[in-house]
C-alpha cells in the first residue's frame, strides 16, 4: 500500500514535534529535580586565570547569604532566591557577568567574569576611577590595582560616572585602547597626561623625554612615525638625548635636545 507523500511528510513532522516535546518535558522535569536537591557545596568560579582580582570568593559568599535568612548551605535549592543573588551579584561595579545554576547531588555554582580596565584616569580633582574595555566608567578598588596606563591632568570630570560623559573621556579610551591593542606600546607607554590645551602628552617608560601627541586625529599615523624614530634612534644611541618629541605636525617629528 502507498502511502500519500503529503501524509507521510506530516507524520514525519508530527513525530519531529513529539520528539522535541519530549525533550523538553525531561529538561524541565531534570531541572525540577535539581531543585527538590538540599544545596549541599556552594562553588564560585571566578576568573582570576585573566590576572584580575576584583573579587574574591568570601566577598561572593556574603552577598549571597544576605539574601537568605538561613544561608546558603543544607537548604532546598528551590527555596533560594536564585534570580536576586543573580542580579545583585551583576550590581557589583566590578562585575561584568554573574551567572548561578544548580547542578546534581546538591551543588550551587557560580560562574562570575570581572570587568577588565583599559586605563586609570586621575581627573583635576584628584578624583580617580578605570575606563573598562568599552569605555565605561568603573570605580578604583582598594583591594587590588591592576597595571594600567595612568591618565591625569587638565580632565575635569568631577566625579566617577557610569556613562561616557565628555568628549575628552571618549578620546583618552580612544587613545588607551589604541595603545592597548599594541603590545609594544602597552610596555611603552606609562603615563598620559592632558595638558591645558586639552592635548594629549606620553610619558615612556624609558628615557627622560616626553611626547607631545597632540589630538587623537592621525593616532596611527603619528605611532607610527614615532616607533620609527625610536627603532632609527636606537641604532645610532641618539634617542634618549631629546627632552620632548613632537608628532602634532605631518611628515615630520620636531624634537628639542636635552
Not at 173 to 180: M, S
Request: glycine share 6%; with cysteine.
Amino acid at each position: 500500500m502507498k502511502i500519500n507523500k503529503k501524509i507521510l511528510q506530516t507524520l514525519k513532522g508530527v513525530g519531529y514535534i513529539g520528539v522535541i516535546a519530549l525533550w523538553v518535558v525531561l529538561i524541565a522535569a531534570s531541572q525540577n529535580k535539581q531543585q527538590d536537591f538540599v544545596c549541599k557545596e556552594l562553588v564560585v568560579n571566578i576568573d582570576h586565570h585573566t590576572g584580575l582580582f576584583f573579587i574574591q570568593e568570601d566577598e561572593v559568599f556574603e552577598i549571597l547569604n544576605h539574601e537568605t535568612s538561613n544561608g546558603i548551605l543544607n537548604e532546598k535549592i528551590r527555596t533560594l532566591p536564585l534570580n536576586t543573588m543573580e542580579r545583585r551579584l551583576n550590581a557589583n561595579p566590578f562585575i561584568k557577568n554573574a551567572q548561578i545554576f544548580a547542578q546534581p547531588n546538591g551543588r550551587l555554582v557560580v560562574d562570575i567574569k570581572q570587568r577588565k580596565p583599559l586605563i586609570r584616569v586621575i581627573n583635576k580633582n584628584n578624583v580617580s576611577y578605570y575606563l573598562d574595555m568599552n569605555g565605561n566608567p568603573m570605580p578604583i578598588s582598594y583591594n587590588f590595582t591592576p597595571r594600567v596606563p595612568v591618565v591625569n591632568g587638565f580632565i575635569y570630570q568631577n566625579q566617577y560616572k557610569h556613562e561616557r560623559d565628555s568628549l575628552i573621556q571618549l578620546e583618552i579610551y580612544e587613545l588607551g585602547q589604541f595603545i592597548h591593542e599594541s603590545d609594544f606600546w602597552s610596555a611603552f607607554i606609562q603615563q598620559i597626561y592632558v595638558n591645558e590645551n586639552r592635548e594629549f602628552e606620553l610619558i615612556p617608560r624609558l628615557g627622560n623625554q616626553y611626547i607631545i601627541f597632540g589630538n587623537i586625529e592621525s593616532m596611527e599615523e603619528k605611532f607610527t612615525k614615532l616607533y620609527i624614530f625610536y627603532r632609527e634612534g636606537l641604532k645610532t644611541g641618539s634617542w634618549d638625548k631629546y627632552k620632548s618629541i613632537n608628532l602634532k605636525y605631518k611628515n615630520q617629528i620636531i624634537c628639542s635636545k636635552i
